[in-house]
């Protein structure tokens, strides 16, 4: 027996532990650690057989306190486990889980990313005497073992573009897709393409891909995890966590940490415990399916029965999907649900064809959809009464029915009809044309000897065309408290422009908040837009009853919650209506920046679904307003995260059934919405002196080393990166929204 | 809540010729004043005067005229009640004097309510109110067109109406209803051409102002321009009209260069058409549109007049106007030496009644006014600026000057403001009398000075005596 080695060994575990544990103190780990120097100072005293007694009689032990340790665990140290450089990587699980593989899009530095790792690989099943080679995507982050270039499986935006991409050869090879989410986040660069806009292209292109796809987490930290975590069945293993943001992230924001300063430790346990970040918390909550049991303290490299059950583990995902949506499976499904409740059985043994034909591929979509939107269904409130609520859904149903008949039935009918009409009118005006001339030209005749033009004529010109109420003469319904105050208001561009001071009623009233001498645009009241831009007295809310909730019960944010509440009035951050602007029927989504900074959370997510299908059934074109909004609200973890594929699926459906969905960001809009729903749109225009992004500038700085650009999040600059699609002026804001209205979007709308 | 008149402070928000014609009216009216000037008007008369007749206190260092922050703090210093914007700068913006008026601190604000200025000021909607009374206005469109075919169907309206009228070569405006200074505007002589202009204007407007909204208009040529003076007390009671004038000598820039008063002269002159008609009904027109928008304060309705004395109302003019003079010298009020229309306006707008009506006020004689400006009226009127060393005429009872051109020490014109040097008003019994004198004064008058270069003085003083002599024929 090789004594040295197996000390050695003894040391690195110990080590181990101690990055683990990391600065708290443990009466195990500092047990260990004097067991291992006791040894190892007497060792040389010793003779073979008795070195050997206390050797093992040490690795007991070592054995025996690791699983003590194992269940005292905080989430804090689950995320040191999912970051440490021994953790297994997504390179071993390719070599370890799939039969043969090859890595595409790159080898180690020389790729776009190599953050982001893709492989074609296959799985060997043998079942009687047949051989089955079942090919796969494999696309995952990669720390690489604390590789320097990996950025530790941050993924920078062309590294999503490129897990993109390969999703899409998937898709178009027929092939299951397995991702490996492993990453604290997404590198947050506005480059061509900015985080946000890759990370909601992704999304929304996952929320349509027609091949089964299942996501295994190990670390899934928040907007990266997000970029390829879109699966039909998400597994996750034991050490890993799943969270909105980053411990480290949440423990900043929670206390106000300012950029190059560092969270107390003591904090970030805190955050990480409130924020229910493990696998456990979450399978509760029902945002993954399935824990894969990891060995004590995690699994690393060494750890080859792990492997093997993995490798169990994603055959078994990917043959209950396929199972799932195609016609022959019941024994085979029977016997995969056998084997989910007992793992030890084989899963190679039954065959099932990786291929899906077209009907199936329907009802996987379909599956997905509904599975999403099940999601976070407890995380909200919904205050309605009952009959309330079984009146609305008759009403729902009523639309769904009432718009197949006139728009998919009647209408497809009476076009052709109409068409017709117009083309045998055109035919016979040519006729009566030719046949009324002689006629016309004696009438003209007499005409000019009868009529006296010239009174007609002045009278035609100098008299009032039909008086009509012009916009300008219409009371203004809304005046803002800023617009009450007697002051004169310095505009933030005065240095470089030489704007003058304006005065708060002209500003705030007249002039919409613009800057009339550089453009500048100064906040407003959300209320503004509610009065300005639609059509007096149109706007309809529906659901307001919806109330955000605290549904992790996090420490201190029901006092937050409540304060928010009242001081706005509104239940939740998102208002949604219906209205008309010029006679055109619209459904608007609001999303308020007053109310805990316009964050989303399952509520706002919630009714935003709503009204995306409220849209969808009664054919009206989309807007979503974003007045601001700071992300996903970090106190509800998960359940706030979850909204980001859930609405992006939503939107789809409704873009893929012929809508219009019309983004408008004011203010700032950054991280999670952007990054997703609002970010997926078609359609997106932000006023002048709005800013959009993914990460806000002291996250930058922290996370690239590197500060801040100037003007890093202008609307210019995201229109130059081809995020956004105009900027508008917010005085022109009624205008430009109808004339969008009138000019893009799909065809299914009730006024096309 | 209007104090008395004399506990009122006035913040004279101007400067040149008008400043110095408000600190005489407040000397005439017994009101405290309060001045303005930037660093380059150091030398001008109205500081001067100020300093000489008020003191050091009254006579505030800004600078710049059209900063109204800083004209609003210069009133909050010195305690200013009442702001007169006189001529220019803040005269027709409506912003400001909403902004004098429902400011925390209130400045009686000498002119019309904010909320007239704002309608008036607009000239489309002058013209729809106009329309609404049945106002005659220039043919043509009364709102921004946006439709190619409701437009053309107008053009064509308008090019039958000019053939109808003997017009011989119709012409029809198309301008950009957003633009203004000259900008976006094209002229249409053949209605086959009208719909690529109008889309080249349509195109141009909606690229230069975001708003690709067409006006379409007769164009109108050789026309007299004629205004009618407004004089109404505060709440819009009481509106009379001070007679009319003929502002139809313009430089190319229609910038006024003589006004006469009365509009027309149909005494000495024979007109195509009843001109004293026409006077009457635009004065007329004018009170009956200022009764219906309740105006206040004093202001200007400005008519063009075809040829053949069709009247058309152009817009209005929601201030006193430089050639206030002119009218305020023919015309004659009970129990009062001489009118002055600058310190009626101050007294109506502190809130004091009128005291008279239509029928006190009666007209006498014909009044000329020239601007005199250093300029040369044969290289398209260009400025010219310099060092002026000599400024004299004859004093004679019938002239009238009013400058803020020190007369007794040289005077550099500043390059900042515009170069009008003086306003001189004749007058004369009947228009052949007036006209003589006119000739008489700028034949007495001595402007003297050089440039940098050296070069000698330029005035438009040859024009103005050439122009004299057909003065109010058409």
């Given at each position: 027996?090789?004594?040295e080695?197996?000390?050695?060994?003894?040391?690195?575990?110990?080590?181990?532990?101690?990055?683990?544990?990391g600065?708290?103190e443990?009466?195990?780990?500092?047990?260990?650690?004097?067991k291992?120097?006791?040894?190892?100072d007497?060792?040389?005293?010793?003779?073979?057989?008795?070195?050997?007694?206390?050797?093992?009689?040490l690795?007991?032990l070592?054995?025996?306190?690791?699983k003590?340790?194992?269940?005292?665990?905080?989430?804090?140290d689950?995320?040191?486990?999912?970051?440490?450089?021994?953790?297994?990587?997504?390179?071993?699980?390719l070599?370890?889980?799939?039969?043969?593989?090859?890595?595409?899009?790159?080898?180690?530095?020389?790729?776009?990313?190599?953050s982001?790792?893709?492989?074609?690989?296959?799985?060997?099943?043998?079942?009687?005497?047949?051989?089955?080679?079942?090919?796969?995507?494999?696309?995952?982050q990669?720390?690489?073992h604390g590789?320097?270039f990996?950025?530790?499986?941050?993924?920078?935006?062309?590294?999503?573009?490129?897990?993109?991409h390969y999703?899409?050869?998937?898709?178009m090879?027929?092939?299951?897709?397995?991702?490996?989410?492993?990453?604290?986040?997404?590198f947050?660069?506005?480059?061509y393409?900015?985080?946000a806009?890759?990370i909601?292209?992704?999304?929304?292109?996952m929320?349509?891909?027609?091949?089964?796809?299942?996501?295994?987490?190990?670390?899934?930290?928040?907007?990266?995890?997000?970029?390829?975590?879109?699966?039909d069945?998400?597994?996750?293993?034991?050490?890993?966590?799943?969270?909105?943001?980053s411990?480290?992230?949440?423990?900043?924001i929670?206390?106000?940490?300012?950029?190059?300063?560092?969270?107390?430790?003591e904090?970030?346990?805190?955050?990480?415990?409130?924020l229910?970040?493990?696998?456990?918390d979450n399978?509760?909550?029902?945002?993954?399916?399935?824990?894969?049991?990891?060995p004590?303290?995690?699994?690393r490299?060494?750890?080859?029965?792990?492997?093997?059950?993995?490798?169990?583990?994603?055959?078994?995902?990917?043959?209950e999907?396929?199972?799932?949506?195609?016609?022959?499976?019941?024994?085979r499904?029977?016997?995969i649900?056998?084997?989910?409740?007992?793992?030890?059985?084989?899963?190679?043994?039954?065959?099932?064809?990786?291929?899906?034909g077209?009907?199936?591929?329907e009802?996987?979509l379909?599956k997905r959809?509904?599975?999403?939107m099940?999601?976070?269904?407890?995380?909200?409130?919904?205050?309605?009464?009952?009959?309330?609520?079984?009146?609305?859904?008759?009403?729902?149903?009523?639309?769904?029915?009432?718009?197949?008949f006139?728009?998919?039935?009647?209408?497809?009918?009476?076009?052709?009809?109409?068409?017709?009409a117009?083309d045998?009118?055109?035919?016979?005006?040519?006729?009566?044309?030719k046949?009324?001339?002689?006629?016309?030209?004696?009438?003209?005749?007499?005409?000019?000897?009868?009529?006296?033009?010239?009174g007609?004529?002045?009278?035609?010109?100098?008299?009032?065309?039909?008086?009509?109420?012009?916009?300008?003469?219409?009371?203004?319904?809304?005046?803002?408290?800023q617009?009450?105050?007697?002051?004169?208001?310095?505009?933030?561009?005065?240095?470089?422009?030489?704007?003058?001071?304006?005065w708060a009623?002209?500003?705030?009233?007249?002039?919409?908040?613009?800057?009339?001498?550089?453009?500048?645009?100064?906040?407003?009241?959300?209320?503004?837009?509610?009065?300005n831009?639609?059509?007096?007295?149109?706007?309809?809310?529906?659901?307001?009853?919806?109330e955000?909730?605290?549904?992790?019960?996090?420490?201190?944010?029901?006092?937050?919650l409540?304060?928010?509440?009242?001081?706005?009035?509104l239940?939740?951050?998102?208002?949604?209506f219906?209205a008309?602007?010029?006679?055109?029927?619209?459904?608007i989504?609001?999303?308020?920046?007053?109310?805990?900074?316009?964050?989303?959370?399952?509520?706002?997510?919630?009714?935003?679904?709503?009204?995306?299908?409220?849209?969808?059934?009664?054919?009206?074109?989309?807007?979503?307003?974003?007045?601001?909004?700071?992300?996903?609200r970090?106190?509800?973890?998960t359940?706030?995260?979850?909204?980001?594929?859930?609405?992006?699926?939503?939107?789809?459906?409704?873009?893929?059934?012929?809508?219009?969905?019309l983004?408008?960001?004011?203010?700032n809009?950054?991280?999670?919405?952007?990054?997703?729903?609002?970010?997926?749109?078609?359609?997106?225009f932000?006023?002048r002196?709005?800013?959009?992004?993914?990460?806000?500038?002291?996250?930058?700085?922290?996370?690239?080393?590197?500060?801040?650009p100037?003007h890093?999040?202008?609307?210019?600059?995201?229109?130059?990166?081809g995020?956004?699609?105009?900027?508008?002026?917010?005085?022109?804001?009624?205008?430009?929204?109808?004339?969008?209205?009138?000019?893009?979007?799909?065809?299914?709308?009730?006024?096309? | 809540?209007?104090?008395?008149?004399?506990?009122?402070?006035?913040?004279?928000?101007?400067?040149g010729?008008?400043?110095?014609?408000?600190?005489?009216?407040?000397?005439?009216?017994?009101?405290?004043?309060?001045?303005?000037?930037?660093?380059e008007?150091?030398?001008?008369?109205?500081?001067?005067?100020?300093?000489?007749?008020?003191?050091e206190?009254a006579?505030?260092?800004?600078?710049?005229?059209?900063?109204?922050?800083?004209?609003?703090?210069?009133a909050?210093?010195?305690?200013?009640?009442?702001?007169?914007?006189?001529?220019?700068?803040?005269?027709?913006?409506?912003?400001?004097?909403?902004?004098?008026?429902?400011?925390?601190?209130?400045?009686?604000f000498?002119g019309?309510?904010?909320?007239v200025?704002?309608?008036?000021?607009?000239?489309?909607?002058?013209?729809?109110?106009?329309?609404?009374?049945?106002?005659?206005?220039?043919?043509?469109?009364?709102?921004?067109?946006?439709?190619?075919?409701?437009?053309?169907?107008i053009?064509?309206?308008?090019?039958?109406?000019?053939?109808?009228?003997?017009?011989?070569?119709?012409?029809?405006?198309v301008?950009?209803?957003?633009?203004?200074?000259?900008?976006?505007?094209?002229?249409?002589?053949?209605?086959?051409?009208?719909?690529?202009?109008?889309?080249?204007?349509?195109?141009?407007?909606k690229?230069?102002?975001r708003?690709?909204?067409?006006?379409?208009?007769?164009?109108?040529?050789?026309?007299?321009?004629?205004?009618?003076?407004?004089?109404a007390?505060?709440?819009?009671?009481?509106?009379?009209?001070?007679?009319?004038?003929?502002?139809s000598?313009?430089?190319?820039?229609?910038?006024?260069?003589?006004?006469?008063?009365?509009?027309?002269?149909?005494?000495?002159i024979?007109?195509?058409?009843?001109?004293?008609?026409?006077?009457e009904?635009?004065?007329?027109?004018?009170?009956?549109?200022?009764?219906?928008?309740?105006?206040?304060?004093?202001?200007?309705?400005?008519?063009?007049?075809?040829?053949?004395?069709?009247?058309?109302?152009?817009?209005?003019?929601?201030?006193?106007?430089?050639?206030?003079?002119?009218?305020?010298?023919?015309?004659r009020?009970?129990?009062?030496?001489?009118?002055?229309?600058?310190?009626?306006q101050?007294?109506?707008?502190?809130?004091?009644?009128?005291?008279?009506?239509?029928?006190?006020?009666s007209?006498d004689?014909?009044?000329?006014?020239?601007?005199?400006?250093?300029?040369?009226?044969?290289?398209?009127?260009a400025?010219?600026?310099?060092?002026?060393?000599?400024?004299?005429?004859?004093?004679?009872?019938?002239?009238?000057?009013?400058?803020?051109v020190?007369?007794?020490r040289?005077?550099?014109?500043?390059?900042?403001?515009?170069?009008?040097?003086?306003?001189a008003?004749?007058?004369?019994?009947?228009?052949?009398?007036?006209?003589?004198?006119g000739?008489?004064?700028?034949?007495?008058?001595?402007?003297?000075?050089?440039?940098?270069?050296?070069?000698?003085?330029q005035?438009?003083?040859?024009?103005?005596?050439?122009?004299?002599?057909?003065?109010?024929?058409?």
């Open positions: 027996m090789d004594i080695k197996n000390i050695f060994e003894l040391r690195e575990r110990l080590k181990y532990i101690q990055d683990i544990f600065f708290k443990n009466d195990n780990v500092v047990l260990l650690g004097a291992l120097q006791e040894l190892t007497a060792l040389p005293g010793l003779d073979a057989a008795e070195q050997v007694r206390q050797l093992t009689s690795e007991d070592f054995a025996f306190l690791e003590k340790l194992e269940r005292q665990l905080s989430p804090m689950r995320v040191r486990i999912v970051r440490h450089p021994q953790r297994i990587s997504l390179k071993d699980i070599e370890h889980v799939y039969d043969n593989f090859t890595e595409i899009g790159g080898q180690d530095e020389y790729s776009v990313d190599p982001m790792l893709i492989a074609r690989a296959y799985i060997t099943r043998k079942v009687g005497n047949k051989v089955h080679n079942q090919s796969v995507m494999v696309i995952g990669e720390k690489g590789q320097e990996r950025n530790g499986g941050s993924v920078k935006p062309w590294g999503n573009a490129k897990a993109l999703m899409k050869v998937a898709e090879e027929n092939i299951p897709i397995h991702a490996y989410v492993n990453t604290p986040g997404a947050p660069v506005e480059d393409p900015g985080a806009q890759q909601a292209r992704n999304i929304y292109e929320a349509g891909l027609r091949v089964p796809v299942i996501a295994i987490f190990s670390e899934g930290g928040s907007g990266g995890a997000e970029a390829i975590g879109l699966a069945v998400r597994l996750m293993l034991s050490h890993g966590y799943y969270s909105v943001i411990p480290e992230g949440a423990a900043a929670e206390g106000r940490i300012k950029p190059g300063q560092k969270a107390p430790t904090l970030m346990e805190n955050c990480a415990k409130r229910k970040i493990t696998a456990k399978l509760s909550l029902g945002f993954i399916d399935r824990i894969i049991q990891e004590v303290l995690g699994a490299t060494e750890h080859f029965d792990f492997f093997r059950s993995l490798r169990q583990e994603v055959i078994n995902a990917t043959d999907i396929i199972l799932n949506v195609r016609g022959m499976n019941y024994f499904a029977k016997a649900m056998r084997q989910k409740k007992s793992p030890r059985v084989n899963a190679e043994n039954i065959f099932v064809r990786w291929k899906l077209g009907p199936a591929r009802r996987l379909w959809y509904q599975r999403f099940a999601m976070s269904r407890h995380a909200f409130l919904d205050r309605r009464p009952v009959g309330r609520k079984c009146m609305e859904f008759g009403l729902d149903l009523g639309w769904s029915v009432y718009s197949f006139k728009y998919d039935f009647w209408r497809k009918h009476q076009k052709k009809v109409s068409n017709l117009e045998v009118g055109a035919e016979f005006q040519v006729v009566f044309d046949c009324l001339a002689p006629a016309r030209r004696l009438k003209a005749v007499f005409s000019r000897t009868n009529d006296e033009p010239n007609n004529n002045q009278c035609q010109l100098t008299q009032l065309s039909p008086w009509e109420k012009r916009e300008s003469d219409q009371q203004q319904g809304y005046i803002s408290p617009a009450r105050k007697d002051r004169a208001v310095s505009c933030p561009n005065a240095l470089v422009h030489g704007c003058m001071d304006m009623p002209d500003l705030f009233g007249e002039w919409a908040g613009v800057c009339i001498h550089c453009g500048h645009h100064f906040p407003m009241e959300y209320d503004w837009y509610v009065h831009v639609f059509d007096p007295q149109s706007v309809r809310e529906f659901n307001a009853q919806m955000a909730i605290n549904p992790l019960g996090y420490d201190g944010f029901d006092l937050k409540e304060e928010a509440k009242r001081k706005n009035g239940k939740s951050a998102c208002r949604t219906e008309r602007i010029n006679g055109l029927k619209v459904v989504a609001m999303l308020i920046a007053g109310f805990r900074g316009g964050t989303v959370g399952a509520a706002e997510g919630e009714k935003f679904i709503r009204a995306v299908e409220r849209a969808r059934k009664k054919r009206f074109p989309l807007l979503a307003y974003t007045h601001g909004t700071a992300g996903i970090i106190q509800e973890g359940c706030g995260v979850i909204q980001m594929p859930r609405c992006t699926m939503a939107v789809r459906r409704y873009l893929e059934d012929g809508g219009l969905y983004v408008v960001y004011d203010t809009s950054y991280a999670g919405p952007v990054a997703s729903f609002l970010g997926c749109s078609p359609y997106q932000a006023i002196s709005s800013r959009i992004g993914f990460a806000g500038p002291g996250v930058i700085q922290e996370t690239t080393g590197m500060p801040m100037p890093y999040h202008s609307a210019y600059q995201a229109l130059a990166r995020h956004i699609q105009g900027v508008w002026d917010r005085r022109e804001m009624r205008k430009n929204v109808y004339q969008a209205l009138l000019t893009v979007g799909g065809r299914n709308l009730y006024y096309r | 809540m209007l104090k008395s008149r004399t506990q009122h402070k006035l913040l004279i928000a101007n400067r010729e008008i400043a110095v014609r408000i600190i005489r009216a407040c000397q005439g009216l017994g009101l405290d004043f309060v001045c303005i000037a930037t660093r008007d150091a030398a001008s008369g109205h500081c001067r005067l100020a300093l000489e007749t008020a003191g206190r006579l505030y260092r800004i600078s710049s005229y059209h900063d109204p922050n800083e004209v609003f703090s210069v909050d210093e010195s305690g200013a009640t009442a702001i007169h914007p006189g001529y220019g700068f803040f005269a027709e913006d409506h912003r400001f004097a909403r902004r004098a008026s429902e400011r925390s601190r209130p400045l009686v000498i019309p309510s904010w909320s200025i704002r309608d008036l000021g607009d000239k489309i909607n002058t013209k729809r109110l106009a329309r609404r009374l049945n106002i005659p206005t220039i043919p043509g469109s009364d709102k921004p067109l946006y439709d190619e075919i409701e437009a053309e169907e053009a064509e309206a308008l090019f039958a109406f000019q053939a109808d009228q003997g017009v011989l070569r119709p012409v029809v405006l301008k950009a209803s957003a633009g203004g200074g000259g900008m976006g505007i094209e002229e249409v002589n053949d209605p086959d051409k009208f719909r690529s202009t109008f889309r080249r204007i349509r195109n141009y407007a690229r230069q102002f708003d690709e909204g067409v006006l379409v208009e007769q164009r109108i040529f050789d026309f007299n321009h004629l205004e009618v003076q407004i004089v007390e505060r709440f819009g009671k009481n509106i009379v009209h001070f007679g009319t004038r003929n502002c000598v313009q430089s190319l820039g229609r910038q006024k260069r003589i006004e006469v008063a009365p509009g027309f002269a149909p005494g000495d024979r007109y195509a058409f009843d001109a004293a008609e026409v006077l009904s635009i004065t007329n027109h004018s009170l009956n549109m200022a009764q219906e928008v309740r105006y206040d304060n004093m202001g200007t309705w400005e008519w063009i007049v075809t040829p053949n004395g069709n009247p058309f109302l152009l817009e209005v003019n929601t201030r006193i106007q430089v050639e206030n003079g002119v009218s305020a010298v023919i015309s009020l009970p129990k009062k030496p001489c009118v002055d229309l600058i310190s009626e101050i007294r109506l707008g502190l809130g004091q009644p009128l005291g008279y009506d239509q029928a006190d006020i007209f004689g014909v009044g000329i006014e020239y601007r005199i400006i250093a300029e040369n009226p044969d290289n398209k009127f400025p010219w600026v310099g060092r002026i060393d000599r400024f004299s005429w004859t004093d004679k009872d019938w002239a009238r000057v009013y400058t803020h020190p007369l007794d040289p005077y550099e014109i500043p390059t900042e403001y515009d170069p009008n040097l003086a306003l008003i004749v007058w004369g019994r009947d228009l052949r009398e007036a006209r003589e004198r000739g008489m004064f700028l034949d007495s008058l001595v402007l003297e000075g050089r440039n940098l270069a050296g070069d000698p003085l005035s438009n003083i040859s024009y103005l005596r050439a122009k004299t002599v057909d003065l109010l024929m058409f």
